[in-house]
Each structure stands twice: as C-alpha cells, then as structure tokens.
C-alpha cells in the first residue's frame, strides 16, 4: 500500500527553521514526482515545492524561494524540505503528495498529486 508520512512540524519563533521529512512506503519516491504543499487556516492549499523525478528539476513559489529547499534522499526513500527565516505567514499544515505522472514547474498546483500525506503542523510565532 503507498504511504506518504510527513513529520518534523512544530513551533518555531519567526526567523528560525525547521527540516520536514515526507517518508514514502510501499513504492520508491525517485520515480515520482513530489510535491509540498500547505494550507493555512481559512485558506485554500497552496503549492510550496516541487523537485521532479526525471532529472531532480525543483521549483518553490515565490514566498519561500531563497528560504527553503527540497532535497530527496533515494537511500532513505525520503524527501525533505528545509525552512529557514520562517515567518509567521509560513504558519498552516504541510503536506507532502505524489504522482509518477506530475509535470513539475513554477506553477505548483495540487492537483493533479494522486498520493497525499495526512500532513505537519508547523506553526510560527513568538
């Protein structure tokens, strides 16, 4: 059965940073395309991060770009996504999805991702 589990959420003061892991089993992650996503309360999920299976291609939205980085880790069959200088706008429950069929780009939407993660809390506040 595929099973994407996310972790490493949690409360952060604005300008520190936190490593969320998206752990895949029942089928290996470098053959899909992974995507993060997050939703803030009150409002829709957002695409956040995007790295490709093909050639390692990764694509951020223009809020974290230069703040956060995806990385995949094919040994461990597991992605990461690296937050520096968090702001309180970064606050909202990340999710980390899958599709071996995803076309990775600028425009990071969520649909489309046939796999989904049930998601982190990440919440950042004084």
């Known amino acids: 059965q595929l099973q994407l589990v996310e972790s490493g959420g949690g409360l952060v003061q604005p300008g520190g940073s936190l490593r969320l892991s998206c752990a895949a089993s029942?089928?290996?992650?470098?053959?899909?395309?992974i995507g993060w996503f997050r939703q803030a309360p009150g409002k829709e999920r957002g695409g956040v991060s995007c790295i490709r299976s093909s050639d390692g291609s990764t694509y951020y939205a223009d809020s974290v770009k230069g703040r956060f980085t995806i990385s995949r880790d094919n040994a461990k069959n597991t992605v990461y996504l690296q937050m520096n200088n968090l702001k309180p706008e970064d606050t909202a429950i990340y999710y980390c999805?899958?599709?071996?069929?995803?076309?990775?780009?600028?425009?990071?939407?969520?649909?489309?991702?046939?796999?989904w993660g049930k998601g982190t809390l990440v919440t950042v506040s004084s």
């Open positions: 029942g089928f290996t992650l470098d053959s899909y395309a």
């Open positions: 999805a899958a599709d071996r069929y995803y076309y990775c780009s600028e425009y990071i939407e969520a649909v489309g991702m046939d796999y």
